[in-house]
């Protein structure tokens, strides 16, 4: 039984042999009380097998980093979504201040300047100014400036060869702005 044992296996060999690129390996794997046995496994479909492998890795490694790249992004657009927010909800709140500050500048235009009241009035608008700049705020600064549309508000036009071309010459009410936010525009008169 030994001798044929031998010859069916040299035959196994030889035929292994003969195969291009369909060539086999041998491989024994044995466990505990078990008989060894001998595996013959074709190199061509464990070559095939793992290129598939590795492209379904490659594949995956693509997915991840796109969902990283995806998240990354995600979370530095909801940071700006709060900043805005934030920035939005602080603006609103800064421009009702302001009516006390134009209320404030309309007392003050009207009152006799020598008054007790007067003086209180100055203070309590001196110390609302600097609560506004403490929050950011700043006033535009408009009159004598050049026009611009972005920044302006013109309610008039006037012609006047006195004043440059879209030359503010008149600030009816002052405009803020909270960072580079305008929160209120200033109303203007231009010239030219």
Known sequence: MGKKNNKSQEEMNNKAQTQNDNSTVKSNEGCGNFEENEIYVDLAQLRKDLEQKEQEAKNNLD????????????????????????????????????????????????????????????????KLLELLRKYGVEEIEALNKTFDPNIHESIQHIDDENYGEKEIVEVYRKGYKLGDKVIRYPMVKVAN
């Not at 991840?64 to 920035?87: P, S, V």
């Not at 302001?98 to 009152?111: M, Y």
């Open 63 to 126: 997915s991840l980093q796109r969902i990283m790249a995806e998240f990354d992004n995600y979370k530095k657009r909801t940071i700006k979504e709060k900043e805005n927010i934030y920035t939005d909800i602080k603006a609103d709140i800064m421009s009702d201040f302001l009516e006390i500050v134009d209320n404030l500048d309309k007392a003050l235009e009207n009152s006799d300047k020598s008054n007790n009241l007067t003086e209180g009035i100055v203070l309590i608008q001196k």
